[in-house]
């Protein structure tokens, strides 16, 4: 790919651009890395030191700083300089080429029945079932499973190995035995949600797990059964959703996260890396449940006592009643 | 998919039908969302208000129930209402007609020395390696790989993207480096097994990876090399077995838990979600440990005090004592 | 696959080999099952009481229990018999002729653009897209996908439904609705790395997400981008780490391990299951954070406690002070 001016990037993207604008741009670095082709953005005003350092050919800064910007050389002023980044690594792939194709790739299955729209792409060996329904612009990576009768909406993407409309985890028992109960429903993803990859969302039970416009899941996700997660809401990966829990709009769930089954989740609630939600949340607000580690010997100590602190707290009580009868005692004996 | 009666259900399924066994059903729901062409259940005896206000045409319903059903409209009377809702969801599956049919999708790719029972299906874009026994009535998804040598059982279920087989994580430490350790062994399969989507089962390093008859295994399960896993236990989501421990019968593992390698847990063992089993449980019962999720500022400042746990109780300790000494020299001063 | 002399295997493999050179070994087996046709090994010095009771045919052994070990029959000794294990199930499987073939499978779906080196072998149904580079004998699974421009080096073993080279997770905000940020960067694996089934490795958003030579993953793990492992970095099943995080070199992860985001780990650091490791780490040594399960009923009692302990020891320092107090008047007493 032949290098771009920054005329060029500002005529597509906006932004204001002060300095040399047939400067020459051959990718995207970070600031403490880019070289002197390159093109940089500083989101964090923080780090606003390193606007003397960086060799950057352009940094894409927001107007406080584009004073400092420009004595140092090119830049692109914007009041949002990381979404300007953001914007900018869509138009860079486009032109790299190297964005799916739409259309169906010859060795996918697709099911007769099934509706794809044409802009729409499916890639290598992915599997669509029948009565699936894939939106405009949506991208289905390679080796996706898609059962029957899921819908997809418009501008999703779908990550390489994810499973969706696999089979809700539900089964009766006859004695000891376990009797399936056959998932009747389907998944439905709205518009501009992306799926990671090997991620599993699976069908409703009667009705349908639903997933609301602008959800993004990173990798490794399981959704289950007749779960619904609302707009917005992105997840980090590994996190699990048990079945028919609602998840509001605007959350944040980090990396691990569980949540159990049957509870609903407030719009804006924020859940840290690894924590287990095992109720309702009502308010919203961020929420934490994580053991803090320690060095092995220490966690070792502190970890047995941990299985006495039902007991230390009964001790403390003793002690707050012991020591108050015998402070009454000495208290007069002072007085007299 | 034409309606269908009411005395259709009761002569396929059993139970005792009350009330106009004409009335025609399309399809099955839950109790508070069911329509008036709709059959549901009631098999938790607490929602036994939702009999009045429910519009479905037909209740599943236990015999305790059964008077209240009646006097509302036509219902189902059957000892085990969820079982009973089990099978009809079976029945209506095969009814849609969109059961997988039996034979081998012509774009999974079968090794010739794989014997694969020809009441099986195998799922478009799996692979079934040499030497592996498939039973009657099994249903493989689609983009299963099932390695050479492994043997599933009768009617089992494995759903898409599983992966049964794969090498167990072996080295042996030459230095620094890590020395392959080449697994010999397989996996064995019991009949009416089911295994989640994406949910990985390595094979034994010399032996079997061995799950017994009735397993349940939701999607993202991680089963290391030479595990066994016991008669009808059930694992949710994301749980994970280090290599060779043996889960017992009838146990039922909550979602993301953890079980480190090489111990046992006893039959009728329960754990609940995200709890790390650390060592053998021989007694049955029901195990936990998680972390309490709090507001992020509160949780902080707990856990910062966790890291104390040992110093508090030893300072418990010293209060202990020197108030046992202070009332000595207090109590002899009262009783003069 | 006819048996072997224990001759055979000393020529091939090395040791001193005691005892009748002509026995016919038909298998590898762990000491405590092996038969009468079988070879065994004894790495772990404090079994050395098992020598008395196997009924393997051959024990490989350490100089140390060779007496013992020639007393009971034939033995190999060697300065390492879990290293002599190791070597020995691979040359076995290599005898058993099920080591994948050199090339591709007609299956898989390989872009013309990519380098594939003729001794590596390429399972069915993968997907090696454009760019891409792989090393010579590396083995990658079926079902395996490796997105454009990723490399791999050379003696990689890649298991199945791994997907290496997906999309980071990164998004800008805009209001409340999220922007994609292409992921511009690629994968980057070094040689004799291993990578387990259904395992995700992202790839870097500007630069790339690199794993150093010899690293080893287990099953269902997720790198995310831009993430940098260490050479001979081992991690279990089910570890997660978060964007940008650098793990140092000869570390070990346990399961379900969880790293945030942006932070490093030094050489040597070794982490327990289920830990979550949520700053850098300078110092290497284990480290440990996991609640200690209990039977469900202590654990609540425990649990609920947890959420006081601020209060609890704030309740600590007030007994200590008003004691002191309570002492000071007692003591001058006393002395009078």
Same mark, same amino acid.
């Given at each position: 790919?032949?290098?771009?001016?920054?005329?060029?990037?500002?005529?597509?993207?906006?932004?204001?651009?002060?300095?040399?604008?047939?400067?020459?741009?051959?990718?995207?670095?970070?600031?403490?890395?880019?070289?002197?082709?390159?093109?940089?953005?500083?989101?964090?005003?923080?780090?606003?030191?390193?606007?003397?350092?960086?060799?950057?050919?352009?940094?894409?800064?927001?107007?406080?700083?584009?004073?400092?910007?420009?004595?140092?050389?090119?830049?692109?002023?914007?009041?949002?300089?990381?979404?300007?980044?953001?914007?900018?690594?869509?138009?860079?792939?486009?032109?790299?080429?190297?964005?799916?194709?739409?259309?169906?790739?010859?060795?996918?299955?697709?099911?007769?029945?099934?509706?794809?729209?044409?802009?729409?792409?499916?890639?290598?060996?992915?599997?669509?079932?029948?009565? *699936? #329904? &894939? %939106?405009?612009?949506?991208? !289905? @990576?390679?080796?996706?499973? =898609?059962? +029957?009768?899921?819908?997809?909406?418009?501008?999703?993407?779908?990550?390489?190995?994810?499973?969706?409309?696999?089979?809700?985890?539900?089964?009766?028992?006859?004695?000891?035995?376990?009797?399936?109960?056959?998932?009747?429903?389907? *998944? #439905? &993803? %709205?518009?501009?949600?992306? !799926? @990671?990859?090997?991620?599993? =969302?699976? +069908?409703?039970?009667?009705?349908?797990?639903?997933?609301?416009?602008?959800?993004?899941?990173?990798?490794?996700?399981?959704?289950?059964?007749?779960?619904?997660?609302?707009?917005?809401?992105?997840?980090?990966?590994?996190?699990?959703?048990?079945?028919?829990?609602?998840?509001?709009?605007?959350?944040?769930?980090?990396?691990?996260?569980?949540?159990?089954?049957?509870?609903?989740?407030?719009?804006?609630?924020?859940?840290?890396?690894?924590?287990?939600?095992?109720?309702?949340?009502?308010?919203?607000?961020?929420?934490?449940?994580?053991?803090?580690?320690?060095?092995?010997?220490?966690?070792?100590?502190?970890?047995?006592?941990?299985?006495?602190?039902?007991?230390?707290?009964?001790?403390?009580?003793?002690?707050?009643?012991?020591?108050?009868?015998?402070?009454?005692?000495?208290?007069?004996?002072?007085?007299?």
């Amino acid at each position: 790919m032949t290098a771009i001016t920054l005329a060029e990037i500002a005529q597509a993207l906006g932004g204001q651009l002060h300095g040399d604008a047939s400067i020459l741009i051959s990718a995207i670095a970070p600031l403490e890395t880019a070289g002197l082709a390159e093109i940089t953005f500083l989101s964090d005003a923080r780090l606003v030191a390193l606007l003397q350092s960086t060799r950057a050919a352009c940094v894409i800064v927001h107007p406080a700083q584009a004073e400092q910007a420009q004595a140092r050389g090119a830049c692109i002023v914007t009041r949002d300089p990381y979404l300007y980044f953001a914007r900018l690594t869509q138009w860079w792939r486009k032109r790299l080429g190297d964005m799916p194709e739409p259309g169906i790739h010859p060795s996918a299955v697709v099911h007769p029945d099934a509706q794809i729209d044409p802009t729409a792409s499916v890639g290598a060996l992915s599997v669509i079932e029948a009565g *699936v #329904h &894939i %939106g405009a612009h949506t991208r !289905i @990576g390679s080796r996706v499973t =898609i059962e +029957r009768h899921c819908v997809i909406g418009a501008r999703c993407v779908v990550q390489s190995g994810a499973v969706i409309g696999g089979d809700g985890f539900g089964f009766a028992k006859e004695g000891q035995t376990w009797v399936k109960i056959e998932q009747l429903g389907a *998944v #439905h &993803i %709205g518009d501009d949600v992306e !799926i @990671g990859a090997n991620t599993c =969302i699976d +069908r409703g039970a009667l009705g349908n797990t639903v997933l609301a416009q602008g959800v993004k899941l990173d990798n490794l996700i399981q959704i289950a059964h007749n779960v619904q997660v609302g707009e917005n809401t992105a997840m980090a990966a590994c996190v699990g959703i048990s079945g028919s829990t609602k998840i509001g709009a605007n959350c944040t769930l980090a990396g691990g996260v569980g949540v159990v089954g049957h509870i609903e989740l407030a719009d804006n609630t924020h859940v840290s890396g690894a924590t287990v939600i095992s109720r309702s949340l009502t308010e919203p607000g961020r929420y934490t449940g994580v053991y803090p580690f320690e060095p092995h010997a220490k966690w070792e100590q502190n970890a047995a006592v941990l299985r006495q602190l039902k007991k230390m707290r009964d001790r403390i009580k003793s002690l707050e009643k012991e020591l108050a009868a015998t402070q009454a005692r000495v208290s007069p004996q002072q007085e007299s």
